[in-house]
């Protein structure tokens, strides 16, 4: 059973009632709640194929159809227009996919494995990151509107996970892979930027920016532990310790002077999720199942945090938590892995 929750938490690389009464003339007015749409996207089951599928305010919406499994990798909302990456099964390989307002487009031919890991559109400019296979080696990819551009030509193994756009620099984050040792990468313009000079293991899973402070987010391991770290500008804090047995990071978002971090922490016997905020841990699974935070997003005062809870076998749900309050979602199975909210 705990090889299985690893291998589940290592493949799926996440506060509020309010009360209203009348007041005197003098008393300040309370403040109006934004209304919100929550978009999230991760795959569900149709028989036994997983579909691509993005939840709007918990109601689930299939991108595929499930004659082939598929998953949805990221969700990024722009105006009017909802993308998703992800991937879909031809049957022999998976193809690097994109979906704009449910309509799909490969990126991919099909003829080597590739996946789509996110997106992030500008006015008429998609960027998606991911991984494209040539051969058994694993080759890092930015696509721009469909056109693939190689961040690495270094011959080894690597992956771009999370790509963020900040005026009119592009910033993508991910890991290199000597065979001896993982290195966590950021490309910045497509050149490599040097973000840890740690002995260990490090993998860079989601990057944020503000301004011209840089944040990635993502795990170092020592061969025995992982440990939560994030890297601003180059300088490594770690969220979690080396005791514990495996701690993994799966989102970040900053929002003013605070950053948040989403993840998971596993104990020895089950997933525990977490949302660190300026590197102090907030606990909210409220269940004796494994309980995995895989995205975050704040808006305002509102902090949203996208998961899954699982406990064995295909027992596992889709999950929202808003202000650490667990909100209802018109799904039982599925695996939530990242979310947008934008206002009304």
Not at 132 to 155: F, M
Not at 180 to 198: D, E, F, R, Y
Request: net charge neutral; with cysteine.
């Amino acid at each position: 059973m705990k090889d299985l929750l690893k291998q589940f938490l290592i493949g799926s690389f996440l506060l509020m009632t309010a009360v209203s009464c009348s007041k005197k003339d003098d008393e300040r007015t309370p403040q109006v709640e934004k209304q919100t749409d929550v978009y999230m996207a991760g795959f569900g089951m149709k028989g036994a194929k997983s579909v691509a599928r993005i939840w709007k305010n918990g109601i689930p919406q299939n991108l595929t159809n499930g004659t082939m499994n598929a998953s949805a990798s990221c969700v990024f909302v722009d105006g009017v227009d909802v993308y998703a990456s992800g991937s879909e099964s031809n049957g022999a390989k998976s193809v690097a996919m994109i979906w704009k307002n449910g309509i799909p487009t490969p990126l991919t031919s099909g003829i080597n494995n590739a996946e789509a890991h996110a997106v992030y559109a500008v006015g008429k400019d998609v960027y998606v990151a991911g991984t494209e296979y040539e051969g058994s080696t694993a080759v890092a990819r930015l696509w721009k509107n469909g056109v693939p551009v190689i961040l690495t030509n270094s011959g080894k193994p690597s992956f771009a996970n999370s790509v963020f756009v900040s005026g009119n620099d592009v910033y993508v984050a991910g890991f290199e892979d000597s065979g001896i040792k993982a290195t966590a990468m950021l490309w910045k313009n497509g050149t490599p930027v040097i973000i840890t000079n740690s002995s260990d293991n490090t993998y860079g899973r989601a990057v944020y920016v503000v301004g011209s402070d840089v944040y990635v987010a993502g795990t170092e391991n020592n061969g025995i532990t992982s440990v939560a770290t994030v890297w601003k500008n180059g300088n490594a804090t770690r969220l979690t310790n080396n005791t514990n047995d495996e701690a993994y990071v799966t989102g970040i978002y900053v929002s003013g002077a605070d950053v948040y971090v989403s993840g998971n922490d596993y104990n020895g016997s089950k997933s525990i999720a977490k949302l660190w905020k300026n590197g102090t841990p907030i606990l909210f699974s409220e269940n004796t199942n494994s309980v995995y935070a895989n995205a975050v997003y704040v808006m305002g005062s509102d902090v949203y945090v996208a998961g899954n809870d699982y406990n064995g076998g295909s027992n596992f749900s889709a999950k929202l938590w808003k202000n650490g309050m667990r909100e209802n979602l018109n799904d039982d199975h599925g695996n939530a892995v990242s979310i947008f909210v934008v206002e009304k």
